[in-house]
């Protein structure tokens, strides 16, 4: 092979591009790892998606970039477990990220992001229906008509700067504000 080679490998969230001047090489993204060779003016291209990123039945497990994730609201999104949606919000702090279910345990149809982000004050999250408030972390209610009781958790996960669900209570989760836009 005399020509240089660009190969573009494009992921959930990002590319990747590698030059090769050999026979051979391989591009990897966040999601899989292509192995390549070229010769005789034919260039083949195989590989594997990682299944870390998915369930058994192959749907998607990631949810979002971290950088998406804001600090001073939520990001609203469904999971589906089957044919059965459930709402949950996201809020980052630093590096971290916690969910909830989109609902406030004092009337649990009102939910804390109605779709623009759910309010957060002084650190906790308030429901915008009768004020109640939040802590962060472990979703208890530490004032409010329904103190004591906590949003429910849903399990997620941060890694290489993205965010996947790791509930097994669902199937897959999709963002509702890339679904509305
Ligand atoms: S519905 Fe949330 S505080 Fe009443």
Do not use: K, Q
Not at 34 to 59: C, L
Not at 117 to 143: K, M, N, P, Q, S
Not at 171 to 176: A, E, I, K, N, V
């Amino acid at each position: 092979m005399t020509d240089s080679v660009r190969v573009t490998l494009e992921g959930n969230d990002d590319a990747t591009s590698v030059t090769v001047y050999g026979d051979e090489g391989d591009v990897s993204t966040d999601d899989a790892t292509f192995r390549f060779s070229v010769g005789d003016g034919a260039e083949t291209v195989s590989g594997d998606a990682a299944p870390a990123d998915e369930t058994e039945s192959g749907a998607p497990r990631h949810i979002a970039p971290l950088a998406d994730v804001p600090t001073d609201g939520t990001l609203r999104c469904e999971a589906r477990s089957g044919d059965r949606g459930t709402e949950l919000i996201l809020r980052r702090e630093g590096e971290a990220v916690s969910a909830w279910r989109n609902s406030c345990p004092h009337e649990p149809e009102v939910r804390l992001d109605p779709g623009p982000g759910a309010i957060v004050r002084d650190d906790r999250l308030v429901c915008h229906e009768h004020g109640a408030r939040f802590e962060c972390g472990d979703g208890v209610c530490t004032a409010g008509p329904c103190r004591g009781d906590a949003l429910e958790s849903i399990a997620v996960a941060v890694r290489d700067g993205a965010v996947y669900l790791t509930d097994d209570r669902f199937d897959s989760c999709r963002r509702l504000d890339e679904a509305t836009a």
